[in-house]
């Protein structure tokens, strides 16, 4: 499996707000094991809520990443609040929308609102707010007082710009 | 703005930033040893204040980077005299008097008190 907890991005404006979506699967695997079956109750199968605060870290984390075209090393540094109220299951949506709060040279933080969508026989459902994740991201090589790292930018990966390309967004060239 | 209404916005962003008791955060109190603050917490509360405030924070104004890291400043484990000289002149806000009385590393956080962080406040607001 791959660690990429978006499937889409659906909307961005540069330095200003991201949103993408993810749909949940009975095929990942991890599903399977969160919760499993036990001698009392059938399995329970829901997105942990640490893959969920990832997404959301994904999400905001492509938008800072882009608002330096990419060149920065945009790493997760601080989750300061995160607030989940619902469960996502398998069929579910789940969307992001992350937006940036205060951007520097050093770093960024974001505000974001998770909603969950459930499929009905009419439809999609009208948007249930599952949760806020508000983050603190550092830009890598200007915050560890002089220390220094790879200069390839490990952070956004061939998959990530895989990701954006499908998404109709401008992102880095292809290696090479 | 007042003191005591720049201490109470102070204190709000600390309990927000670095999730303690409002009790916790008082003028004494150290960010880094008492307060548990990590060096990514001063960027968020670099954040927090300039919300708060709506003036602009330089990096490492609020707290200088690389210094420890930097032969000339650090000896030993102890902060030399050029080290403090420069310490000094880039945080005018913080109190000096227990680094020159024990110039460790590891005492540099120990001046970074609560008091400290009002005190850049103040003046950066009186500058503005």
């Given at each position: 499996?791959?660690?990429?907890w978006?499937?889409?991005?659906?909307?961005l404006v540069?330095r200003?707000?991201l949103?993408?979506?993810?749909q949940v699967?009975?095929?990942?695997?991890?599903?399977?094991?969160h919760?499993e079956a036990?001698?009392?109750?059938?399995?329970?199968?829901?997105?942990?809520?640490s893959?969920i605060?990832?997404?959301?870290a994904?999400?905001?984390?492509?938008?800072?990443?882009?608002?330096?075209?990419?060149?920065?090393?945009?790493?997760?540094?601080?989750?300061?609040k995160a607030?989940?109220?619902?469960d996502?299951?398998?069929g579910?949506?789940?969307?992001?929308t992350?937006?940036i709060?205060?951007?520097t040279?050093?770093?960024?933080?974001?505000r974001?609102?998770?909603?969950?969508?459930s499929?009905?026989?009419?439809?999609?459902?009208?948007?249930?707010?599952?949760?806020r994740?508000?983050l603190?991201?550092?830009?890598?090589?200007?915050?560890?007082?002089?220390q220094?790292?790879?200069?390839?930018?490990?952070?956004f990966?061939?998959?990530f710009?895989?990701?954006?390309?499908?998404s109709?967004?401008?992102?880095y060239?292809?290696?090479? | 703005?007042?003191?005591?209404?720049?201490?109470?916005?102070v204190?709000?962003?600390?309990v927000?930033?670095?999730?303690?008791?409002d009790?916790?955060?008082?003028?004494e109190?150290?960010?880094?040893?008492?307060?548990?603050?990590?060096s990514?917490?001063?960027?968020?509360?670099?954040f927090?204040?300039?919300?708060?405030?709506?003036f602009k924070?330089?990096q490492?104004?609020?707290f200088?980077?690389g210094?420890?890291q930097n032969?000339?400043?650090v000896?030993n484990g102890?902060?030399?005299?050029?080290?403090?000289?420069?310490?000094?002149e880039?945080?005018p806000?913080?109190?000096?008097?227990s680094i020159?009385s024990d110039?460790s590393?590891?005492n540099i956080?120990s001046?970074?008190?609560v008091?400290?962080?009002?005190n850049?406040?103040?003046?950066k607001l009186?500058a503005?």
């Open positions: 499996m791959r660690w990429m978006i499937d889409r991005v659906v909307e540069p200003e707000k949103v993408a979506v993810k699967s009975m095929a990942e695997d991890h599903l399977h094991d919760f036990n001698s009392v109750r059938r399995a329970v199968p829901i997105m942990p809520a893959l605060v990832e997404g959301m994904q999400s905001a984390g492509v938008l800072v990443g882009h608002a330096e075209g990419f060149k920065e090393k945009v790493v997760l540094a601080k989750v300061s607030e989940l109220e619902l996502a299951r398998p579910d949506t789940i969307r992001y992350a937006t709060d205060r951007f040279h050093a770093g960024a933080s974001t974001g609102l998770i909603e969950l969508f499929w009905t026989a009419d439809g999609l459902s009208e948007p249930q707010v599952l949760g994740v508000d603190i991201f550092s830009h890598l090589d200007n915050n560890m007082g002089g220094t790292f790879p200069e390839h930018n490990f952070v990966s061939e998959t710009a895989t990701l954006l390309s499908l109709g967004v401008e992102s060239p292809v290696p090479g | 703005m007042e003191r005591t209404e720049i201490f109470d916005k204190q709000e962003v600390l927000d930033a670095l999730a303690v008791d009790d916790e955060v008082t003028s109190a150290t960010l880094i040893g008492d307060l548990g603050a990590e990514i917490d001063i960027l968020d509360i670099s927090k204040l300039e919300q708060t405030f709506g924070i330089a490492g104004e609020l200088p980077e210094v420890a032969p000339e400043y000896e102890r902060v030399t005299d050029k080290g403090i000289g420069l310490l000094r880039r945080l806000h913080f109190d000096f008097a020159e110039p590393v590891e956080a001046i970074f008190t008091d400290a962080l009002v850049f406040c103040d003046q009186q503005a």
